[in-house]
């Protein structure tokens, strides 16, 4: 996502993290949220996140991936932190209610790491030419028998089965790019 006149805000000066944080700032904090089930914990995850990113703003490529993917990724990485923190120092649990630390703890790093490959896969896929799109979509997400979906796209088996096999490979190569290993 971009600022409305098409830019990326830089993230090396104020105003860029103020408009990266304008851009996807409640985002961060409901993903926050929903992971960690405390909103002073989110809260304090998302403000991390976006002094992080101001602090690292260099290493931010947005050919890499898009602001919103590397934003989402230094959170999920400043909520395990925040977690590890928290388990560093049981007089913290006498705080809250244990059940509550016990669960949010569990289950974070999963949904973490689920939303955040979801997100990964989702920006390798806009990555693909839309022929490759289309026929890996209704292939391997769908789950369409090959025929099928030939039939439908009016091409033959054997060309729907050359675009799956060239969007595969485009897609591990856009991963790679992104630092993700399938």
């Known amino acids: 996502m971009s600022d409305p006149d ?42 991390e996140t976006f002094v992080k990113a101001w602090r690292s703003g260099h290493r931010f490529d947005p050919e890499t991936a898009s602001l919103r993917v590397w934003l989402f990724g230094i959170a999920r990485n400043t909520m395990i932190d925040h977690l590890r923190a928290r388990r560093a120092r049981p007089w913290q649990s006498s705080l ?38 289309e026929a890996l979509v209704q292939t391997h997400l769908l789950g369409r028998p090959y025929d099928e979906v030939a039939a439908e796209l ?13 969007a595969m490979r485009a897609l591990r190569s856009a991963m790679d790019e992104m630092g993700v290993s399938l």
């Open 154 to 166: 009016s091409i033959p088996v054997g060309t729907l089965r050359s675009r799956v096999f060239y």
């Open 6 to 47: 098409g830019t990326v805000p830089a993230l090396d000066d104020e105003d860029g993290v103020v408009a990266a944080y304008r851009q996807h700032g409640a985002e961060v904090y409901r993903f926050a949220l929903r992971g960690l089930a405390d909103p002073g914990a989110a809260q304090d995850v998302t403000q």
């Open 96 to 133: 809250a209610d244990a059940p509550t630390i016990e669960a949010s703890a569990g289950s974070v790093e999963d949904h973490a790491d689920t939303v955040l490959d979801g997100w990964l896969v989702e920006e390798g896929m806009r990555r693909l030419a839309p022929h490759h799109r």
